[in-house]
C-alpha cells in the first residue's frame, strides 16, 4: 500500500480555527465509520464515534481497530493522542455533542430477500433523532435503496426535539478495503447529496481540509446522492463479470482470456482497472448492492432497466461453480476423499473480511462435495473459522499443502504468488494446481511438473 499522507496543512491544524468547524458524530463504528471517525479527527476536527456494541466501542478507545486495515491503527493511537477522538455509546451524548452526525451503519441483504435490510439505519437515525435540540445536519453515508433519505428527512423531523431545524443530508462514501485510509483523506470526489443551501455550507465545512486538496465536489440532491453509490458498484461489478463473461467465451472457443484483457485494457475507452478476470466480486458491498439495487428498481417499476443486473450476478456466480469443476477435473472427476489445500479465504488480498467471499464458498462446497478442505489465509483465518468451522485450517502455505491432491488459489495474497512451485511440489500427493485469481505464471508451474489448470483458458 502507498504510504500514507495526509492532506497538506490539515494535520493536526484545527480546521477553522475561528470557531467554525463542526463537531462530528459518527454513528456506527464499523469498518466504514471506524475509518471515518478516525480520519476526520486526524484533520483537526473533534470527533464522538457512537456504537450500540460496547465490547467494539471499549476496544475503539483503547487503541484497538476489530478489523484489519493498513495504516488505520496507527492513525487511531494518533488521533487518540490528540484529544480529538472519543467513542461512546451513549445517543444522548452524541445528539448534545454533535453539529454534524454520520449515519455508518451496515446495510446488508436482508435473510431470503435480495432487498437491503435498514433496520440499523432506521434505529440509529430513530436514537439520535430523540437527542437532537439545536440546529444540526444528519449525514447518511451507509448505501441505502433510493428514496431512503426522503424517508428519513420525514422520520427525523418528527421524532427530533428541534423539528425541521434537523436536516438530512446524503453523502455517499466509496472506500475501497485495504486503501480506506487513502480513499477516505483523499477521495476521487466527494458527493454531496443536500436539500438546502445551509446543508451543504455544513458539509463544505466538515470536509473543509480534504476539499482544499482540489478534491471535486458534485453537489446534487438526495435521490441522486443515494443513487450515486448503487450505480458506481454497479458499474464495477459490471465491468468484473463482463471480463468473466469473456473468460466462459474463451474456455468454450479456446480463447485466452488474459491476453483478450489485456488487448482490451489499452483502449483507454475501457481501461484495464476491474478487467481482472478471475473468481470473481464478493465483500460487503458490491454482490449485495446490485441485489438491493435490482430489487428495488423492481420495486419502483423500472426494474427492467438494471435487469442485466441479475446476469452479472449470475456471471459472477458461475465462476465459483466453475471452479469448483476445474478442481473436480483435475482430482480424475469425483471429489469424494480428495484432499483439497485452498490458498485464500477472503474476498481479496490484504483484507480479513470474509463476507460473500468467493474463496470461502469454493472452499465450502468443494467440503460439501465430500473433499477434505485444508483453508489457508495470512488474515482471515479466524473469521473463516468461526463462520466455517466444518472446515480445516493450517497455518501457512506449505505446511497446508503437504499431502493435498489438487490445491487450489482463491485469493491472491502476495505470499501466495510468491511460492515456490518446486518446494510445495515436494510436499503434495500430486502436483495440481489450479488458479482461480490467474495469480501464477503457469509456465513455471508446469516447469516443476504441475498440471496447471486456470480460468479462462482451455
Ligand atoms: C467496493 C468498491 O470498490 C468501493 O468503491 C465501495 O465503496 C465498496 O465496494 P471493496 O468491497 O473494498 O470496495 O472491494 P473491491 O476492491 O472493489 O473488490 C471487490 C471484489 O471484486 C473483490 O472480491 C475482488 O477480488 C474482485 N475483483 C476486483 C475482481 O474479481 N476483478 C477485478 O478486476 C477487480
Known amino acids: 500500500m502507498a504510504a500514507i499522507t495526509l492532506p497538506e496543512g490539515a494535520a493536526g491544524a484545527h480546521p477553522g480555527g475561528d470557531g467554525t468547524a463542526p463537531r462530528l458524530t459518527v454513528i456506527g463504528t464499523g469498518y466504514l465509520g471506524a475509518t471515518h471517525a478516525i480520519c476526520m479527527a486526524v484533520l483537526g476536527f473533534d470527533v464522538l464515534g457512537v456504537d450500540v456494541d460496547r465490547a467494539k466501542i471499549e476496544r475503539l478507545g483503547g487503541g484497538e481497530v476489530p478489523f484489519f486495515e493498513p495504516g488505520l491503527p496507527e492513525l487511531l493511537a494518533k488521533a487518540l493522542d490528540s484529544g480529538r477522538l472519543r467513542f461512546t455509546t451513549s445517543f444522548a451524548e452524541a445528539g448534545e455533542f454533535g453539529d454534524v452526525h454520520f449515519i455508518c451503519v451496515g446495510t446488508p441483504q436482508q435473510q431470503g430477500s435480495d432487498a437491503a435490510d435498514l433496520q440499523y439505519v432506521d434505529a440509529a437515525v430513530t436514537e439520535l433523532a430523540r437527542h437532537l435540540r439545536r440546529r444540526s445536519l444528519v449525514v447518511g ?66 470536509f473543509g481540509p480534504v476539499i482544499a486538496r482540489d478534491t471535486p465536489v458534485v453537489v446534487t440532491d438526495l435521490t441522486t446522492a443515494e443513487l450515486v453509490k448503487v450505480a458506481a458498484n454497479s458499474f464495477l461489478a459490471t465491468k468484473i463479470s463482463y471480463i468473466n463473461a469473456m473468460a466462459e467465451v474463451c474456455e468454450a472457443t479456446g480463447g485466452d482470456v488474459t491476453g483478450l484483457a489485456e488487448a482490451l485494457a489499452y483502449d483507454d475507452r475501457i481501461g484495464g482497472r476491474f478487467l481482472r478476470p478471475g473468481l470473481g466480486f464478493g465483500g460487503g458491498c458490491l454482490p449485495k448492492d446490485i441485489r438491493a439495487f435490482a430489487h428495488r428498481a423492481e420495486e419502483l417499476g423500472v426494474g427492467q432497466a438494471v435487469a442485466f443486473l441479475r446476469e452479472v450476478d449470475g456471471i459472477n456466480k458461475r465462476r465459483r461453480a466453475r471452479t469448483v469443476d476445474l478442481v473436480r477435473e483435475l482430482a480424475g472427476g469425483g471429489l469424494g476423499g480428495v484432499r483439497v489445500t485452498a490458498l485464500g479465504a477472503a474476498f481479496k488480498p490484504d483484507s480479513d473480511d ?44 506449505l505446511s497446508a499443502a503437504a499431502g493435498a491432491d489438487v490445491v487450489v488459489l482463491l485469493t491472491e495474497w502476495n505470499e501466495f504468488r510468491q511460492i515456490d512451485p518446486a518446494a510445495m511440489g515436494a510436499v503434495v500427493t500430486h502436483r495440481r494446481i489450479v488458479d482461480g485469481r490467474h495469480a501464477l505464471d503457469p509456465a513455471q508451474w508446469r516447469a516443476a511438473g504441475w498440471e496447471y489448470r486456470v480460468l479462462g483458458r482451455r
Do not use: C, M
Open 354 to 397: 470474509i463476507r460473500d467471499a468467493p474463496a470461502l464458498d469454493v472452499a465450502n462446497t468443494l467440503h460439501r462435495l465430500g473433499a477434505h478442505v485444508t483453508v489457508v489465509d495470512p488474515a482471515a483465518t479466524d473469521n473463516a473459522r468461526r463462520s466455517h468451522p466444518e472446515l480445516h485450517y493450517g497455518t501457512d502455505a
Open 141 to 206: 453515508k451507509s448505501t441505502v435503496p433510493v428514496g431512503t433519505a426522503a424517508r428519513l428527512t420525514g422520520l427525523v423531523q418528527r421524532i427530533a426535539p428541534a423539528g425541521d431545524r434537523v436536516e438530512l443530508a446524503w453523502n455517499p462514501e466509496f472506500l475501497r478495503e485495504g486503501y480506506a485510509v487513502d480513499d477516505t483523506l483523499r477521495p476521487d470526489r466527494l458527493v454531496f447529496g443536500t436539500a438546502s443551501a445551509w446543508a451543504e455550507e455544513r458539509l463544505r465545512a466538515a
